[in-house]
């Protein structure tokens, strides 16, 4: 029997991460899950939350400038990178041959521009949507295009 193995489904948004595996008779099972931090902190927790002030160069009154960054856009930002890593070390530890990225859109461009080329090699399907609050149980019919049934030889 040549049996095909399903792919390792990489499921995260901003500050949760989880690997789910393919199991017996196509059950989803989470092995190992990443957390942020500061998933749950508020912006003050993160960096300040009012804009510094500066002088205007033609009088004496002065301005607020305008954050460039959003403190929790810049720590999802870094989950994400971190999250690309550790799949590309899982990668290397040949933990899956391949694997399906979930992602909100704009966590799933971030982790894709961090991956290096034999992960983003291994890479065979992605999903923009935010599915880690779903339980392994109702996943599959989500992910159900990739979860295939083992291949018999003749």
Known sequence: ??????????????????????????ALHTRSALDSSHAHDRSHDLGTDRPGRSFESGSVSRHAIEPRNDPHEMDKQRFARLVAHTVQEEAA???????????PAHTLAVIKAELDGPTAAKLVGTLAKD??????????????EWVRPPHRAA
């Open 1 to 26: 029997m040549i049996q095909h193995p399903a792919p390792c489904f990489v499921i995260a948004d901003g500050g949760h991460a989880r690997f789910v595996y393919v199991g017996a008779a196509q």
């Open 93 to 103: 530890r040949e933990s899956f041959s391949t694997w399906v990225l979930v992602a």
């Open 131 to 144: 599915l880690t609050k779903v339980p392994d149980d109702s996943l599959y019919e989500h992910v159900k």
